[in-house]
């Protein structure tokens, strides 16, 4: 995991020849001036914990070799060059300067990684570090302060204090029953919306409500909730730039279910239920890069296919019965059934809460979304809605 | 005439005669094709609906909606005649009905039997108007669109008869045109006497959601 994200980092970014101009021209003006003339024995490096990572972290601090001496496809190893417990606020560790020097003895500047790790996730920072003073920090050098304690030339420590830490990237969790299928190993990394990679960095299965069936309270009436292949639904993606303290919805996403049997609720009379399927909802972590600033996205991924009765009950006809229904009601004989086709849909603004976001959806009664009813009663049952039936959102089903 | 000048008076968009020739033919255009056609110079689209189902006896007739229903506002067109369209593998009934719901305060049936369509609760008849040459008012802003009914038979008892709706041909403002209503039905004929036995009912149920599979895809 270090390692590749080293790696990519370092090839991606262009780190590497930045690292060298940076190392370089340090080298040639001011450090070069006093080479030789400061001795440190100790590098002390200073940081802020993430709230994330407030409890139960440790912070390592890795050494990042010279690649200039590396081939193409040797192995690259990142010593570890100090370990320990960070709790709290902060964390103060210090490295023993012949240690980070000795990464690479001809640079006047060393590369260190410090990452800080939990059981939640993990964060990491790259930062040069110098015996004679000079530090720079890759990920904000606006925000880094760094200078000598010690009586001048002859100090004998340095303190590097390091850039607030990227997002944390929180650990992959799955909720009890739910697998990573080969699919989902496909969509680990998804695209935000504004258009820069995500990284999946927790899922969770969750229900969402998808429609809901309303049966008239009538004896031999009954009405099924058919969620097939195909069947889609739109769901807001919720975007947050502050580590998911605040969320905004920032457009939407498709679930297909694409289970080959689809699913069905079938009920009797008086049945005044919300319908609920379950989804695969992911958080990804953007990292920042040159188009992209750091944030968090969250969006349902993957549709489990099935369907069942939710747990709570929608309001029922405001009409009272169709008959009082202004937009028509439609007839449905004994015997008869009926079935609906190309309704629009349905849009319920807190369909799930995960990772702090409140998710909106829109499932489409359309191709693949279908609700039957059959009437087995002794007198004809009645449909209607907020529309004409055909084309309501909601179905109502009454005796009268 | 310098050279400049010559280029600027090409000899027909140079002319006097030029911009009424354009208004003329323009004008021509408006008389022809959009003043007769209204707004409409393509086929309605209907929107897609629903299917009815209805068990019945032998070469009993079988009433279904056909909801002339769209969301966009157009004029009124005038009904000429309608066959019904296939669907899949189900044989097709045969059309021998077609009226208009007079009014659709009662509401319309998803299904019904008997010419008129009869009505279960409150018991009676549907009022229904003549297909041919009614004229009918599409885009209402609220509450049901003008309904046709239709009704069909099949004679082969076990044979689930289907269709996926209605292929119309109607007049607007003089032209004629032919749009399709996916309002489908199905028709199950079975000898039974009050109700369907559990195989006939599975039967139907089963021919249901093929239909309604077939219809909505």
Known sequence: MKLKFIKRFLNRSGLSVLISLLALTIGISPVQANAGASVTSTIEIDGTIPAALASGSEVIVLGVPSITNISQGDPITFPILSAEPAAGGSFSIAIPASTVNGLNPQSLTQNVIVELSSGIGSTEQMATVSSQGTVSNMNNSNAVSSHLVGPGAHSTSEVVKLARFPMVRRNITTSPGATIDSAETARNVVQSPNGCDGTLIAKSEHSSRIGELHVANTSGVTASYDYKNGATSQFDVGLSYDNGSTWNVAGGVQVSNTDSTGASVSEGPGFLQYIDSDFMY??????????????????????????FPGPNQPSPNPYGNCLADPNGFAHIPVDGSYTTGNQSAEKYSSAATLFGFSFGDVTGYSTSVEITYHNQSAADTYVCGSNIPALSPILYNSPA | MSTHERSRTHPILGSQLFIPGIV?????????????AGRTTVPIKFNELTVGGFPSHPDMVTDFSALLSTSTSHDAITLLSAKLIPLGIFPLPRLIHLGVLRNTRNGYPTSAYGWPPRIGTPSGYYPIKPFNQTSVLLGKARGLPPVIIYGVVGSQAGTIYATKGLSLKYRDRGRIYYANIYDGAVDAVFNFTKNLNQLQMAKFNNAISRANALVFH
């Open chain 2, 24 to 36: 003329v033919i323009l004008l021509v255009f408006l008389v022809i094709w959009v003043l007769p």
């Open chain 1, 282 to 307: 992911g958080e990804f972590s953007v990292q920042q890069s040159l188009f992209c600033l750091p944030s968090t996205f969250t969006e349902p991924y993957a549709a489990i296919g099935d369907a």
